[in-house]
């Protein structure tokens, strides 16, 4: 059965890095059959996808968020990661990944990462 | 492509018919339209893809339709484990955008 985790520091200071991390059990992330995303929900908000990594290593982000965010993947642990720079309190959000056909079919339970000094 | 969903809320009885609203502002490509339920404190769960198929082990009373830029998500009769909020997903065109959900609850 496939499960989603995402682990990584609850709390990051403004203009630094966010990194979290999704490790990926009952399904291998080097599939060619699928993709693999980052999406966030601000508390009480909506969501809002980040970007997408393939296997093959193709990524694509959106552009809202393309100058600040890296996502990458490593197959040996089968953990995609997330990497968002120069944060601000509005990057305060439940961090999920998700498994992606194109539509997200199963997702982890998400992280709150919360920016603050 | 902005999805808009209405009603914001939609206030329902057990065993009442539900029916939300997902309008697109460009056509959605291929109908590449999801729908997924969020109850609080928990991940969104994917209910509809392709406008209108129903995800693994989704109960037949969830049932969606239409084309184009009009979208729509029935619950034939509402269960107690029905209300929560629902969003509405374009994954036609890159960046894949939400709708800003539709909060079904207890009337």
């Known amino acids: 059965q496939l499960h989603l985790q995402e682990s990584g520091p609850g709390l990051v200071k403004p203009s630094e890095t966010l990194s979290l991390t999704c490790t990926v059990s009952?399904?291998?992330?080097?599939?060619?059959?699928?993709?693999w995303g980052w999406i966030r929900q601000p508390p009480g908000m909506g969501l809002e996808w980040i970007g997408s990594i393939y296997s093959g290593g193709s990524r694509y982000y959106n552009p809202s968020l393309r100058s600040r965010v890296t996502i990458s993947m490593d197959t040996s642990k089968n953990q995609l990661s997330l990497r968002l720079n120069s944060v601000t309190a509005a990057d305060t959000a439940v961090y999920y990944c998700?498994?992606?056909?194109?539509?997200?079919?199963?997702w982890g339970q998400g992280t709150l990462v919360t920016v603050s000094s | 492509n902005v999805l808009t969903q209405s009603p914001g809320t939609l206030s329902l009885s057990p065993g009442e018919r539900a029916t939300l609203s997902c309008r697109a502002s460009?056509?959605?490509?291929?109908?590449?339209l999801a729908w997924y339920q969020q109850k609080p404190g928990q991940a969104p769960r994917l209910l509809i893809y392709g406008a209108s198929s129903r995800a693994t082990g989704i109960p037949d009373r969830f049932s969606g339709s239409g084309s184009g830029t009009d979208f729509s998500l029935t619950i034939s009769r509402l269960e107690t484990e029905d209300f929560a909020v629902y969003y509405c997903?374009?994954?036609?065109?890159?960046?894949?955008?939400f709708g800003p959900g539709t909060k079904v609850d207890i009337k």
């Open positions: 997903q374009q994954y036609g065109t890159s960046p894949f955008t």
């Open positions: 460009q056509s959605v490509s291929s109908n590449y």
């Open positions: 009952g399904d291998s992330i080097s599939s060619d059959l699928y993709y």
């Open positions: 998700a498994r992606q056909r194109d539509y997200f079919d199963s």
